[in-house]
């Protein structure tokens, strides 16, 4: 299991994202996680290991209850969601293996 510093303002498993990507992790945790309907965020991909550069996009895995649209403002940075609405079998096993949970609603409160 990789780890690598956190920055300033850590969140579940931040040394676990890698830190180029951390902030904005942190952006979308504190986002999302005020809409009720968020249960967890997973971030998989290249966020998660050394190849993740300053052009890699922030890709999200996030367990609703219900089926409806989550962002609703802009962030400055490119980021592809998946909700268990939207994603197939192969993926969120893919995911459930190699991503890293930085969200569950049981454990934020």
């Known amino acids: 299991m990789l780890?690598?510093?956190v920055f300033s303002e850590?969140?579940?498993n931040a040394n676990r994202i890698f830190p180029?990507?951390?902030k904005r992790v942190k952006q979308m945790v504190d986002y999302l996680s005020q809409d009720p309907n968020v249960q967890s965020i997973t971030i998989f991909g290249s966020s998660v290991t050394p190849q993740c550069h300053n052009?890699?996009?922030l890709d999200m895995y996030v367990e609703v209850k219900e089926?409806?649209?989550l962002i609703h403002?802009?962030?400055d940075f490119l980021y592809?969601?998946?909700t268990n609405y939207t994603i197939d079998d192969q993926m969120l096993k893919e995911i459930q293996t190699k991503g890293?949970?930085?969200y569950e609603r049981n454990a934020a409160g």
């Open 100 to 102: 890293v949970k930085v």
């Open 67 to 69: 089926d409806k649209r």
């Open 20 to 22: 180029l990507q951390q």
């Open 80 to 82: 592809d969601l998946w």
């Open 73 to 75: 403002t802009y962030f």
């Open 55 to 57: 052009g890699s996009d």
């Open 3 to 5: 780890q690598w510093k």
């Open 10 to 12: 850590p969140f579940m």
